[in-house]
C-alpha cells in the first residue's frame, strides 16, 4: 500500500521557469511532510518541510504548497536552474511514528539551459 | 553540520559471504538511525530503525537474521547483510536523526552501492 505517491515519474523544464511537483498521499494521519532531493549515488538531501498546520512553507525559490482536504502537496521551484536536476522525494510522518518517514518514487527533475 | 557518513560507498561481494557496512554521524549525536535500501527507480524501503543500545525495530517484511544491525553507540551504527545474494544487490542508505531535535529531520549517508555476484 502505497501511502505517498508520486504519479509523475519525470518532470522537464526550461531554466528560469517554474518547476512544480506534485505529491499525494492516502493517510490522514500524516502532519509532516518533506521534500528531499537526491543526485545519483547520493543520499538525499533535506530541502523544505511544511507541517499539517499550515498551508505553506517558503525558502528562498522553493514553496511547498500542502491541500489537507486534497490530500495532495506541491514543491514550487521559481526560477528553476538547471542545478536544480535531480530526484525529488516527498515524505511524510505521522505524530506516532516518530521519525519514521514514508516516502514516495520520486519525480526526477530535468532543468534544460 | 549534521553530516553522515557511509562506509563503504561501493562494495562487490561473493555470493554467500557477508558484508558490514557502517553508518556515523561525524558532528552530532543521533538518538535514531535509520537504514533504507533503494532499487531503481524506486522509492527509498525504510528497513530498520536502530537506537543506541537497544535492539533495532525491523520493518514487515524484512528478515533480521539476513540483516544485522548494531547500534554502538550515538554516532555509529553497523548493518551485516549476512550470506549475501544476488538479489540483495541495491542501494543501501542510513539516516540519523538529531538527538533532541524537534523536527523529523533525518541526515541521510551518502549510500553503499552493494553488488552481489
Known amino acids: 500500500d502505497q501511502q505517498v505517491k508520486q504519479n509523475s515519474p519525470s518532470l522537464s523544464v526550461q531554466e528560469g521557469r517554474i518547476s512544480i511537483l506534485n505529491c499525494d498521499y492516502t493517510?490522514?494521519?500524516?502532519?509532516?511532510f518533506l521534500w528531499y532531493k537526491k543526485y545519483p549515488a547520493e543520499g538525499p538531501t533535506f530541502l523544505i518541510s511544511?507541517?499539517?498546520?499550515?498551508d505553506k512553507n517558503e525558502d528562498g525559490r522553493f514553496t511547498v504548497f500542502l491541500n489537507k482536504s486534497a490530500k495532495h502537496l506541491s514543491l514550487h521551484i521559481v526560477p528553476s536552474q538547471p542545478g536544480d536536476s535531480a530526484v525529488y522525494f516527498c515524505a511524510a510522518s505521522t505524530p506516532t511514528s516518530g521519525s519514521r518517514l514514508t516516502f514516495g518514487e520520486g519525480t526526477q527533475l530535468t532543468v534544460n539551459p | 553540520g549534521a553530516v553522515v557518513s557511509q562506509h563503504p560507498s561501493w562494495v562487490i561481494c561473493k555470493s554467500g559471504t557477508s558484508v558490514k557496512i557502517e553508518c556515523r554521524s561525524l558532528?552530532?549525536?543521533?538518538?535514531?538511525m535509520f537504514w533504507y535500501r533503494q532499487f531503481p527507480k524506486q522509492s527509498l524501503m525504510l528497513m530498520a530503525t536502530?537506537?543506541?543500545?537497544?535492539?533495532?525495530?525491523?520493518e514487515q517484511g524484512v528478515e533480521k537474521d539476513k540483516f544485522l544491525i548494531n547500534h554502538a553507540s550515538l554516532t555509529l551504527s553497523t548493518l551485516t547483510v549476512t550470506s549475501a545474494h544476488p538479489e540483495d544487490s541495491s542501494f543501501y542508505i542510513c539516516?540519523?536523526?538529531?538527538?533532541?531535535?524537534?523536527?523529523?529531520?533525518?541526515?541521510f549517508g551518502p549510500g553503499t552501492r552493494l553488488t552481489v555476484l
Open positions: 493517510n490522514s494521519m500524516f502532519d509532516y
Open positions: 539516516s540519523a536523526t538529531l538527538a533532541g531535535g524537534f523536527t523529523d529531520t533525518q541526515y
Open positions: 558532528d552530532f549525536q543521533a538518538t535514531t
Open positions: 536502530s537506537n543506541e543500545g537497544s535492539k533495532a525495530t525491523y
Open positions: 511544511i507541517s499539517s498546520i499550515k
